[in-house]
């Protein structure tokens, strides 16, 4: 039973459409059909600090992702947008470099 105003708050915000744990499984998503897939259907949280560094990597099943700055100065990215058939050049390039 909820017994007080952030309790029914709370629950109002858990059942929102737009809260990134109901997302997959909204009635418009494709994603509704899945079953609980860690950082697809189960969104992840990166904490980064000064000089933190996030990989190059594909997408994890070729998905978008979206970020969300919440507090401090904006990132930094470097240009990632990489055709697929370029994977092996800078594959190579990175293991001559380093």
Same mark, same amino acid.
């Given at each position: 039973?909820?017994?007080?105003a952030? +309790? /029914?708050e709370? $629950? /109002?915000?858990?059942k929102?459409?737009?809260?990134?744990?109901?997302?997959?499984?909204?009635?418009?998503?494709? $994603?509704?059909?899945?079953?609980?897939?860690?950082?697809?259907?189960?969104? &992840?949280?990166?904490?980064?600090?000064?000089?933190?560094?996030?990989? &190059?990597?594909?997408g +994890?099943?070729? $998905?978008?992702?979206a +970020?969300?700055?919440?507090?401090?100065?904006? /990132?930094?990215?470097?240009?990632?947008c990489?055709?697929?058939f370029?994977?092996?050049l =800078?594959?190579?390039?990175?293991?001559?470099? =380093?």
């Open positions: 039973q909820l017994s007080t952030r +309790d /029914k709370g $629950l /109002k915000y858990a929102n459409a737009w809260n990134i744990c109901n997302l997959p499984r909204h009635e418009g998503s494709a $994603l509704r059909y899945e079953e609980a897939v860690s950082g697809i259907t189960v969104p &992840w949280m990166f904490v980064g600090m000064t000089m933190s560094a996030f990989c &190059w990597h594909v +994890d099943h070729h $998905l978008y992702t +970020d969300y700055l919440h507090y401090g100065a904006p /990132k930094v990215t470097a240009p990632h990489l055709p697929g370029r994977a092996v =800078v594959l190579v390039l990175v293991l001559v470099l =380093v």
